[in-house]
């Protein structure tokens, strides 16, 4: 793997731009939020293309509350109330989703520049979010870590706290596998029987819904447009996806195609379950690479981790972190092409 590291490309924040290459996969990672700004892949005549959204501007990324390739943190996804309860105390979060927290709170993990260091097929970036930082307990020590492998992009998150904590790491890169215009003909694969159902905050309420017959089964492989328009409740709260999908299997769990440029993603990870969004809040003013306005439905964010909410709605919420135990979650993105699932 080459590396290049850009001290100047965004000029308004004192954060790096990482170029990681190799044969197969171009990624640029920013020290602010760990954010994957670009990824370059094949197509299946063999093109290179940038397959996620971004920004040119450093302060866009500032700016703007869409989480794009960021990763989010401490917790991701909402927490009803913003509060939460743990050994008898009550913690207070920020309240920056309505009522509720959403990714971490106003100064999540996507806006904290992160020490990093090189490793000879990757980067490892760390952070220590303080005690009570955003109201969460406990100084927790992070690190995430990007490698690359042949054609595969391994994103691994580690962490540990000096108390009993809450934490749920994710990346939120919007993957568009055609490099433009909606997703609504990428066909979408996820191995999942049931999903948990939104309440009219968005907020996860931990209530399992089989998907069979309903618009959220996508077990046998369909676009995501085909679907996305009944009016099923659980589609008219969240916009569009915006689901937590709970997995049968976490090889392939999730693989996503776009039959345009042949270019296919596979996801595995260790986690339980990923948020399925389609970027429904996305609306035609953030100003992307390339001059393209990002509108409604132009990615999916394929967003790999523990339950949301799980801290109110699981008995054992899996997203305790225990004092001094290691916390760590894995996820592979592997870019391929049809011409090499075929032969
Ligand atoms: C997603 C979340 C959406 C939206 C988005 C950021 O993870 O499920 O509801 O908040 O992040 O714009």
Redesign the pocket.
């Known amino acids: 793997m080459d590396f290049t590291i850009e001290k100047n490309r965004f000029t308004n924040i004192a954060a790096d731009v990482i170029v990681l290459k190799n044969e197969e996969l171009e990624v640029h990672v920013t020290s602010l939020g760990c954010t994957i700004v670009s990824i370059f892949t094949k197509d299946k005549f063999g093109h290179k293309g940038d397959v996620v959204l971004g920004f040119d501007q450093m302060d866009t990324y500032t700016r703007q509350?869409?989480?794009l390739g960021a990763i989010?943190g401490r917790c991701?996804?909402?927490i009803k109330g913003a509060k939460f309860s743990l050994h008898d105390q009550t913690y207070t979060l920020a309240k920056n989703?309505g009522e509720n927290t959403?990714?971490g709170g106003f100064e999540g993990f996507n806006t904290k520049v992160f020490d990093y260091e090189m490793l000879p097929n990757g980067i490892c970036f760390h952070y220590v979010s303080k005690d009570l930082e955003e109201g969460y307990p406990g100084n927790l020590h992070v690190s995430i870590t990007y490698i690359l492998d042949g054609s595969k992009l391994i994103a691994q998150y580690d962490a540990v706290c000096d108390q009993d904590s809450v934490v749920n790491i994710?990346n939120?890169t919007y993957f568009n596998l055609a490099g433009k215009g909606t997703v609504l003909n990428h066909e979408l694969q996820v191995q999942s029987d049931e999903i948990l159902c939104s309440d009219e905050d968005?907020c996860a309420n931990g209530i399992p819904m089989d998907v069979s017959d309903t618009p959220f089964d996508f077990r046998i492989p369909k676009t995501i447009g085909k679907d996305i328009e009944v009016k099923h409740e659980q589609l008219i709260i969240?916009g569009g996806y915006?689901?937590f999908y709970l997995f049968n299997q976490q090889d392939k769990a999730v693989v996503l195609k776009d039959p345009s440029s042949g270019r296919i993603l596979e996801v595995s990870t260790n986690q339980v379950g990923c948020?399925i969004?389609s970027?429904?809040?996305?609306d035609g003013t953030l100003e992307g690479k390339k001059r393209w306005y990002f509108d409604r439905r132009e990615a999916l964010?394929i967003?790999t981790q523990a339950a949301?909410n799980a801290i109110h709605t699981e008995k054992e919420p899996t997203t305790i972190l225990k004092k001094g135990e290691p916390y760590q979650a894995i996820t592979i993105f592997e870019f391929k092409t049809e011409k090499e699932v075929r032969s």
Not at 279 to 282: D, E, G, S
Request: hydrophobic share 25%.
């Open positions: 509350d869409k989480y989010v991701a996804g909402r989703n959403l990714h994710t939120h968005c969240g915006d689901h948020q969004y970027a429904n809040f996305l964010c967003e949301p």
